[in-house]
């Protein structure tokens, strides 16, 4: 943040562009920091960062151009064995050459990336744009495949046309309350039939339930996909 008030970014937050590029000092500024590269070394290298990133944006240099302009500015700052001084402005031959290879994969080796991000505006109305999401309505037993997190393939094939065993195990339970409670009264209207035969006639209606419910979500997603299509090729067309 210290940086991003230095460098004027207020806005990297919400600004993809600013945020890239202080993206882009913090990184520098922390490999320098590694580098246990002196005060007045770490405020060369950022000035050296500042004039590469200004010859892709604002002077708009091809990489050969930029590439030369870099050549000329480590020949300056570089100094050989025999003219090293103690007054820390210049970089050793070991330097020079870290500085090198962190430039040619930090920038160089995305040099057409940056080019992008300087010369095209992203779109703002991708990136804002609002999908409104309709939600399977839940029906007990059986939970609705997006707010499971489910593929429709997943569900379709191992929840969905699978018998509800619970639900049948409390129909049961319920049934068997039920003949408990007929067997105090005069007539029975349960009489004659097993749990095996409720646990029948349960699957036959589950059965029934289940399929009635596949065709309605199989139309619901249908719809879904074509309402997704036409915006797609709205945003597409835009």
């Known amino acids: 943040r210290r940086l991003a008030e230095f460098l004027q970014l207020r806005l990297f937050e ?18 320098a920091k590694e580098q246990k ?13 500042k004039i590469i990133l200004v010859n892709v944006g ?8 930029n590439l030369k302009e870099f050549k000329n500015i480590m020949a300056k700052v570089v100094q050989s064995s025999s003219e090293k001084n103690d007054d820390g402005e210049f970089f050793t031959v070991d330097q020079g050459k870290a500085i090198i290879s962190y430039m040619k994969i930090s920038l160089f080796q995305h040099y057409k990336l940056y080019e992008f991000v300087y010369n095209h505006t992203p779109n703002v109305q991708i990136l804002d ?8 309505k839940s029906v007990d037993p ?6 499971e997190s489910l593929t429709w393939d997943i569900y379709s094939s191992y929840v969905l046309l699978q018998p509800p065993e619970e639900f049948v195990e409390e129909v049961v339970v319920e049934a068997e309350e039920s003949r408990e409670e007929a067997q105090t009264t005069p007539v029975d209207p349960l009489a004659g039939y097993t749990i ?3 646990k029948s006639i349960l699957g036959e209606v589950t059965a029934d ?19 997704y299509t036409v915006r797609i090729n709205k945003l597409i067309q835009h």
């Open 14 to 31: 919400y600004c993809m562009k600013q945020g890239i590029f202080l993206d882009y000092y913090v990184s520098g500024f922390w490999w």
């Open 37 to 49: 590269f002196t005060l007045t070394q770490i405020s060369t290298f950022m000035t050296l960062l």
């Open 58 to 65: 604002e002077k708009r240099l091809s990489l050969l151009d």
């Open 129 to 136: 744009t609002k999908l409104d999401v309709e939600v399977i």
């Open 142 to 147: 059986f939970p609705s495949p997006l707010e």
């Open 196 to 198: 095996n035969d409720v």
């Open 209 to 227: 339930v289940l399929r009635n419910l596949q065709t309605e979500i199989n139309e619901r997603l249908q719809k879904q996909e074509e309402a």
